[in-house]
Protein backbone atom coordinates (compact mmCIF):
# COMPACT_ATOMS: atom_id res chain seq x y z
CA UNK A 1 0.00 0.00 0.00
CA UNK A 2 2.56 2.32 1.05
CA UNK A 3 4.03 2.43 -2.99
CA UNK A 4 0.85 2.83 -4.27
CA UNK A 5 0.09 6.14 -1.65
CA UNK A 6 3.53 7.15 -3.12
CA UNK A 7 3.21 6.90 -6.35
CA UNK A 8 -0.33 9.03 -6.08
CA UNK A 9 1.62 11.23 -3.73
CA UNK A 10 4.12 12.01 -6.30
CA UNK A 11 1.32 12.92 -8.98
CA UNK A 12 -0.36 15.05 -6.89
CA UNK A 13 3.28 16.96 -5.78
CA UNK A 14 3.92 16.99 -9.90
CA UNK A 15 1.06 18.60 -10.53
CA UNK A 16 1.24 20.99 -7.74
CA UNK A 17 5.00 21.86 -9.00
CA UNK A 18 3.38 22.67 -12.72
CA UNK A 19 0.99 24.99 -11.22
CA UNK A 20 3.39 26.73 -8.64
CA UNK A 21 5.97 27.00 -11.35
CA UNK A 22 3.71 29.88 -13.28
CA UNK A 23 3.46 31.84 -10.16
CA UNK A 24 5.63 34.93 -10.24
CA UNK A 25 5.83 35.71 -6.54
CA UNK A 26 2.32 35.25 -5.12
CA UNK A 27 0.53 35.96 -8.61
CA UNK A 28 -0.93 33.23 -10.02
CA UNK A 29 -0.09 33.72 -14.18
CA UNK A 30 -2.49 30.81 -14.56
CA UNK A 31 -4.11 29.60 -17.46
CA UNK A 32 -2.32 26.56 -18.05
CA UNK A 33 -5.11 24.01 -18.31
CA UNK A 34 -3.20 20.97 -18.47
CA UNK A 35 -1.68 21.54 -15.18
CA UNK A 36 -5.10 22.72 -13.62
CA UNK A 37 -6.26 19.47 -15.08
CA UNK A 38 -3.62 17.33 -13.72
CA UNK A 39 -4.02 19.27 -10.67
CA UNK A 40 -8.03 18.79 -10.37
CA UNK A 41 -7.37 14.77 -11.30
CA UNK A 42 -4.74 14.72 -8.61
CA UNK A 43 -7.00 16.57 -5.97
CA UNK A 44 -9.98 13.70 -6.90
CA UNK A 45 -7.51 11.22 -6.31
CA UNK A 46 -6.40 12.40 -3.16
CA UNK A 47 -10.23 12.73 -2.05
CA UNK A 48 -11.28 9.39 -3.38
CA UNK A 49 -8.50 8.48 -1.31
CA UNK A 50 -10.66 8.05 1.74
CA UNK A 51 -10.88 4.17 1.79
CA UNK A 52 -14.79 4.05 1.98
CA UNK A 53 -15.77 0.44 3.20
CA UNK A 54 -18.39 -0.54 0.46
CA UNK A 55 -19.63 -3.25 2.15
CA UNK A 56 -19.09 -6.11 5.13
CA UNK A 57 -15.98 -7.43 3.05
CA UNK A 58 -15.13 -4.75 0.39
CA UNK A 59 -13.74 -1.67 0.41
CA UNK A 60 -13.34 1.27 -2.06
CA UNK A 61 -9.62 0.64 -2.50
CA UNK A 62 -9.53 -2.59 -4.12
CA UNK A 63 -11.50 -1.39 -7.06
CA UNK A 64 -9.03 1.14 -7.94
CA UNK A 65 -7.48 1.00 -11.32
CA UNK A 66 -4.33 -1.41 -11.66
CA UNK A 67 -2.57 0.65 -14.16
CA UNK A 68 0.62 2.61 -13.40
CA UNK A 69 0.02 5.39 -15.78
CA UNK A 70 -2.89 6.42 -13.49
CA UNK A 71 -1.28 6.05 -10.39
CA UNK A 72 -4.30 3.65 -9.27
CA UNK A 73 -7.16 5.50 -10.04
CA UNK A 74 -9.88 4.86 -7.99
CA UNK A 75 -13.38 4.88 -9.40
CA UNK A 76 -15.51 7.45 -9.34
CA UNK A 77 -18.78 4.80 -9.43
CA UNK A 78 -19.02 0.80 -8.26
CA UNK A 79 -22.38 -0.66 -8.98
CA UNK A 80 -23.78 -1.52 -5.17
CA UNK A 81 -25.12 -4.54 -7.41
CA UNK A 82 -21.56 -5.33 -8.29
CA UNK A 83 -20.92 -5.05 -4.18
CA UNK A 84 -23.66 -7.39 -3.72
CA UNK A 85 -22.81 -10.20 -6.08
CA UNK A 86 -19.24 -10.60 -4.47
CA UNK A 87 -20.49 -10.32 -0.96
CA UNK A 88 -23.01 -13.37 -2.22
CA UNK A 89 -20.11 -15.44 -3.94
CA UNK A 90 -17.97 -14.95 -1.16
CA UNK A 91 -20.31 -15.84 1.75
CA UNK A 92 -21.42 -18.87 -0.81
CA UNK A 93 -17.76 -20.10 -0.20
CA UNK A 94 -17.31 -18.77 2.78
CA UNK A 95 -13.57 -17.47 1.76
CA UNK A 96 -11.72 -14.53 1.05
CA UNK A 97 -12.37 -13.49 -2.30
CA UNK A 98 -9.97 -11.10 -3.91
CA UNK A 99 -10.45 -8.35 -6.84
CA UNK A 100 -7.71 -9.05 -9.13
CA UNK A 101 -9.30 -6.46 -11.46
CA UNK A 102 -12.02 -3.88 -10.63
CA UNK A 103 -12.31 -0.44 -12.31
CA UNK A 104 -9.95 0.05 -15.34
CA UNK A 105 -9.24 3.51 -16.71
CA UNK A 106 -9.30 3.92 -20.45
CA UNK A 107 -5.84 3.56 -21.14
CA UNK A 108 -5.29 0.67 -18.37
CA UNK A 109 -8.31 -1.32 -19.95
CA UNK A 110 -6.66 -1.12 -23.51
CA UNK A 111 -3.27 -2.26 -21.77
CA UNK A 112 -4.44 -5.21 -20.98
CA UNK A 113 -6.83 -6.03 -24.11
CA UNK A 114 -10.31 -5.56 -22.29
CA UNK A 115 -12.99 -5.00 -25.03
CA UNK A 116 -14.04 -1.63 -26.13
CA UNK A 117 -16.61 -1.34 -23.89
CA UNK A 118 -15.23 -3.20 -20.90
CA UNK A 119 -17.75 -3.50 -17.72
CA UNK A 120 -14.16 -2.47 -15.96
CA UNK A 121 -14.39 0.64 -17.46
CA UNK A 122 -17.78 1.28 -16.11
CA UNK A 123 -17.65 0.02 -12.37
CA UNK A 124 -19.93 -3.42 -12.68
CA UNK A 125 -17.63 -5.77 -13.36
CA UNK A 126 -14.91 -7.25 -11.44
CA UNK A 127 -12.33 -10.37 -12.06
CA UNK A 128 -12.17 -12.43 -9.50
CA UNK A 129 -10.45 -14.90 -7.20
CA UNK A 130 -11.63 -17.22 -4.18
CA UNK A 131 -9.43 -18.27 -1.94
CA UNK A 132 -9.31 -22.29 -2.46
CA UNK A 133 -12.16 -22.81 -5.05
CA UNK A 134 -11.18 -23.28 -8.49
CA UNK A 135 -12.26 -20.51 -11.02
CA UNK A 136 -14.72 -23.21 -12.98
CA UNK A 137 -17.09 -23.56 -9.66
CA UNK A 138 -16.70 -19.66 -8.90
CA UNK A 139 -18.04 -19.37 -12.50
CA UNK A 140 -20.92 -21.78 -11.92
CA UNK A 141 -21.93 -19.69 -8.86
CA UNK A 142 -21.66 -16.84 -10.40
CA UNK A 143 -23.51 -18.05 -13.34
CA UNK A 144 -26.15 -18.81 -10.89
CA UNK A 145 -26.42 -15.79 -9.23
CA UNK A 146 -26.64 -13.10 -11.91
CA UNK A 147 -28.48 -16.04 -14.66
CA UNK A 148 -30.01 -13.14 -17.22
CA UNK A 149 -28.75 -10.06 -15.61
CA UNK A 150 -25.24 -9.95 -15.81
CA UNK A 151 -22.04 -11.44 -17.60
CA UNK A 152 -19.60 -14.24 -16.36
CA UNK A 153 -16.00 -14.82 -18.34
CA UNK A 154 -13.97 -17.99 -17.92
CA UNK A 155 -10.43 -17.52 -18.05
CA UNK A 156 -9.56 -21.10 -17.22
CA UNK A 157 -7.36 -21.95 -14.40
CA UNK A 158 -6.87 -17.85 -13.66
CA UNK A 159 -9.86 -16.20 -12.67
CA UNK A 160 -13.40 -15.39 -13.17
CA UNK A 161 -14.84 -11.90 -14.41
CA UNK A 162 -18.48 -11.66 -13.22
CA UNK A 163 -20.91 -8.10 -14.22
CA UNK A 164 -23.80 -6.92 -13.76
CA UNK A 165 -24.22 -5.32 -17.39
CA UNK A 166 -28.06 -5.65 -16.84
CA UNK A 167 -28.25 -8.50 -19.64
CA UNK A 168 -26.40 -12.01 -20.08
CA UNK A 169 -23.26 -12.60 -21.19
CA UNK A 170 -21.58 -15.81 -21.32
CA UNK A 171 -17.93 -16.76 -22.67
CA UNK A 172 -14.51 -18.36 -21.65
CA UNK A 173 -10.95 -17.31 -22.57
ZN1 LIG B 1 -5.61 3.29 -14.67
ZN1 LIG C 1 -13.05 -8.85 -16.51
Known amino acids: MDGLFDLAHTGIMAALGRVLSRMDGDVYRGADDEAEEGLKMAIRKSVAREDKQLSPHF ?8 GSECAGLFPEYISPALVILLEKLRSRFNAPLRIQSGFRCKAHNK ?21 GIQPSMVANAAEELVGDTGGVGRYARRFTHVDVRGSKARWAA
Open 111 to 131: EVGGSANSRHMHGDGADIRIH
Open 59 to 66: RLVEFRCR
